[in-house]
Nanobody, 124 residues
């Protein structure tokens, strides 16, 4: 499956962005999908994931209450709505599909297919 992440940009602190992850090649409904981010000089970190049917979601503490992950399997897309953005949210954001067996849903090493990333910059 190929993933294309988009929707990043430059926003002031307190602003909002919606990130989009579009899949092609295979139906995304077969996969748990996660969003991760990586800031300069830091390791890639988990942000949120959504179950195959969208009925279950989980967020990193830094994202709880501000970010919402959702999916539309008919459109083969997974979105990340980000509100009340902070300068520390600045990073390249990636969507990815979980390998489907074993491995934590919060561990990037358990994800197989990755999008190319989209830059989010939050100014103070």
């Amino acid at each position: 499956v190929q993933l294309q992440a988009s929707g990043g940009g430059l926003v002031p602190a307190g602003g909002s962005l919606r990130l989009f992850c579009a899949a092609s090649g295979r139906t995304i409904s077969n996969y748990v999908v996660g969003w991760f981010r990586q800031a300069p000089g830091k390791e890639r970190e988990f942000v949120a994931y959504v179950s195959r049917n969208g009925g279950s979601t989980y967020y990193a503490d830094s994202a709880k209450g501000r970010f919402t992950i959702s999916r539309d399997n008919a459109k083969n897309t997974v979105d990340l709505q980000m509100n009340a953005l902070k300068p520390e949210d600045t990073a390249v954001y990636f969507c990815a599909t979980h390998r489907g067996y074993g491995g934590s849903y919060t561990d990037p090493a358990a994800y197989t297919y990755w999008g190319q990333g989209t830059q989010v910059t939050v100014s103070s």
